[in-house]
């Protein structure tokens, strides 16, 4: 899930939903008008095992900011680096 602190950081969380999608990765943009607090918890209660959050720094430096499923804050990382380490995921679970 991808959650945007304000919708001015709509459109590059579209991007990075984009990105995602054509490396075969599921990735949701949460638009809604709640809070953030919600959005992340309802990303929770969703099961989504990475919460992607984007706010100003982020969109400046084309980086997302990475939250586990346990709520776990594991920090700013280049977007096309994340992919990256997905793919490393995906590889290793076979």
């Known amino acids: 899930m991808i959650i945007p602190v304000h919708a001015d950081f709509n459109e590059y969380c579209e991007s990075v939903r984009r990105m995602l999608h054509d490396e075969h990765f599921f990735a949701d943009v949460d638009l809604s ?8 918890r309802n990303a929770q209660v969703a099961q989504y095992n990475f919460q992607l959050v984007v706010g100003q720094n982020e969109a400046t430096n084309g980086t997302v900011n990475i939250r586990t499923r346990e709520n776990i804050v594991e920090g700013e990382m280049q977007a096309d680096a994340f ?12």
């Open 83 to 94: 992919v990256a380490k997905l793919k490393e995921l995906r590889a290793a679970y076979k």
């Open 33 to 40: 008008r709640e809070t953030f607090q919600k959005k992340v």
